[in-house]
Each structure stands twice: as structure tokens, then as C-alpha cells.
């Protein structure tokens, strides 16, 4: 799952935003979460809350980093960002309770200085104050992608079954990887370490057509 999809474009918001200090409220206008822990994980907690959906709030320093990638930059022209000079101005435009997205922050603010806690465990070395002006977008929490997927060898070919199953034999010719094959990832949304796909997709790639070569030299 992915915490970060803007609403209702459907493009992904990169989780840099969060990462670098970006926080989420939910339509009462409260943190109900450590956004940090996993992009996966923190998507249940963006559907549980009203609507399914979070106001993702950050500032201009965030932005500019985020506007490097594609996905974002897509969202900035589609219109779907939001900008205030206050954290109150940011609420209003997505016709939120002010004080209490106001009061959400400072909170946030407060754990990120040292001055207390996270109510929500949130690491402060994953903590930095918001500086104006501030920028908003409302996301969903979305299936990205599925786990799982075709069983195969150590070098990519595809398996008829699960290996040691009996029906462990090859399909002829036929390799997989990345998302597309059996991965590494545990169950659940907590399971998933982000790069596991491009991971496999660059190891079985490079060993599949190390394979797939060696076949052609050798006339198999």
C-alpha cells in the first residue's frame, strides 16, 4: 500500500515530503499517526480515517525538493497542491478546522524542537519545524502494488510449480522478475521494504540474461 496518492488525481506524492518533516492531519484536523514508520503501514492509518482520506502539510523547502520528481511535478501543474502563509490559511483552503489543524502543528513543532514528545512516537531526527510559506495536498491511502507473483528459479526461469514441489520443472524461454515474480517481502503491509522491486527487477534482470545468453552460445 501507499499513504501518499493525491486525491482525486491518482498520482503518487513522493514520501520524501514526509521524510523530510511533512506531517498528515485528517479531516478533524488532527495527526492520528507516526507518518514516518512506512509509506505501506501509515496507508491503513490514512484509510481509518474520515473519508479514507489525510491533508499531507509541509513547507517551501519540502516543495522544492519534491518538484525533482516527475510524479509530483505532474501534481503541482494538475493544480491539486495548495499554498497558505499560514498554517490557518493552509487549513482554510482545504476547509479545515483551523484551530485544531493550528494546534496539530504546533504540537508537532514542539516534539520536533525537544520540547516534548511526539504524541505519536514520531522520531525527531525524522522532526524539523515548518517554516512558511506552506503547502498542502489532500492523498489517500492506495494499493501501489501486490507482493508475490510467479515462482522461479535462482537465475529467473520461470517454475510449472513451487520449487521442491515436484513440479519444479521450467517453463521453456520464459523469465521473470521485479514485481512480476515471487519476491522477498513478508506478509502484510508492514512486509514490504521499499526498492524490493526494483531490487529483484535489477538482480533477476542481469541473471536471466546472463542465462538467456549462455543458452544462445551453448545452442540450447
Do not use: C, W
Amino acid at each position: 500500500a501507499h499513504a501518499s496518492v493525491a486525491d482525486p488525481l491518482g498520482v503518487l506524492i513522493t514520501y520524501a515530503v514526509v521524510m523530510e518533516g511533512g506531517v498528515h492531519v485528517n479531516l478533524r484536523g488532527e495527526r492520528f499517526a507516526d507518518e514516518t514508520r512506512g509509506y505501506s503501514e501509515h496507508a491503513l492509518d490514512v484509510l481509518k480515517q474520515p473519508d479514507g482520506v489525510a491533508i499531507e502539510i509541509y513547507d517551501a523547502r519540502i516543495h522544492e525538493l519534491a518538484m525533482t520528481f516527475d510524479d509530483y511535478r505532474e501534481a503541482n501543474a494538475a493544480g491539486v497542491l495548495k499554498q497558505g502563509a499560514t498554517i490557518a490559511e493552509l487549513a482554510r483552503a482545504f476547509a479545515l478546522p483551523e484551530a485544531a489543524v493550528v494546534a496539530s502543528v504546533d504540537a508537532y513543532h514542539a516534539a520536533a524542537e525537544g520540547s516534548r514528545d511526539d504524541a505519536f512516537a514520531r522520531p525527531r531526527h525524522r522532526s524539523k519545524r515548518l517554516t512558511a510559506p506552506f503547502y498542502g495536498v489532500r492523498v489517500k491511502g492506495a494499493l501501489f502494488h501486490t507482493q508475490g507473483g510467479l515462482e522461479v528459479d535462482p537465475v529467473g526461469r520461470v517454475l510449472r510449480g513451487a520449487p521442491g514441489s515436484g513440479g519444479d520443472d521450467v517453463v521453456p524461454n520464459l523469465y521473470a522478475g521485479g514485481g512480476v515474480a515471487a519476491g522477498i517481502s513478508g506478509h502484510g503491509p508492514g512486509g514490504y521494504l521499499s526498492g524490493n522491486g526494483l531490487l529483484t527487477a535489477l538482480a533477476y534482470g542481469m541473471l536471466a540474461g546472463r542465462d538467456a545468453a549462455a543458452r544462445i552460445r551453448a545452442g540450447v
